[in-house]
């Protein structure tokens, strides 16, 4: 009778420790990850007069396209009150956009989009003016920087145990307005938990 009972008290012991330790594993939060899938341009009309007076029209829209990875088995990551996207040209911000609400499910993937309009009194009011973006464009290549910012909550057990969280995404974008293309990116991902 003792032998039974040790027994059993031993079975419950090991039975909770490994309860114990699968749940820790499951509930331990991992911050979700993003990566730019694609950017893409579409509306790009780029023209320069110099007389009768000079004037300046550049209509660019940047099409992006981020994947948000949730990395945590047992919680989704939910925004409800969406993200933002922000494009710089040549350290000024030259457009954004609102990123609309969603979720990103347990262990899942989600693709976010957004469509930033580059706005042309913007883009020539800098730095350098009408002069560099005629220069970029004539050049073939324009540089802008794009950052999008997704915050959210990490939510466990139903709703039980919530946590703030951040995924942004950093990208450098240099495209061609000629032809309508973008010649290359390279991103910076990071996530706060």
């Known amino acids: 009778r003792r032998r039974r009972c040790i027994l059993i008290t031993l079975a419950a012991a090991v039975s909770l420790t490994l309860l114990l330790a699968l749940l820790l594993a499951a509930l331990c939060l991992r911050p979700p990850t993003t990566r730019l899938l694609s950017a893409t341009l579409a509306g790009v009309a780029p023209r320069f007069s ?3 007076s000079p004037s300046h029209t550049l209509n ?8 948000v990875t949730n990395p945590n088995p047992a919680s989704a990551f939910a925004y409800p009150s969406g993200g933002a996207a922000a494009v710089s040209y040549r350290g000024r911000e030259v457009g954004e956009a609102r990123i609309e609400p969603g979720e990103v499910p347990a262990a899942g993937d989600a693709v976010v989009r957004a469509a930033l309009t580059l706005q042309a009194d913007r883009l020539v009011g800098g730095e350098g003016g009408v002069g560099k973006v005629a220069e970029d464009v004539e050049s073939g290549a324009m ?3 794009a950052v999008a910012r997704v915050p959210g909550t990490v939510v466990l057990l139903g709703g039980v145990i919530r946590r703030a969280a951040v995924a942004r995404s950093e990208c450098t974008i240099v495209f061609d307005v000629l032809e309508a293309r973008v010649v ?4 910076r991902d990071r996530a706060e938990l």
């Open 50 to 52: 110099l007389l009768p």
């Open 60 to 67: 660019l829209t940047l099409l992006l396209a981020v994947a």
């Open 143 to 145: 540089e802008v920087e």
């Open 184 to 187: 290359s990116h390279r991103c």
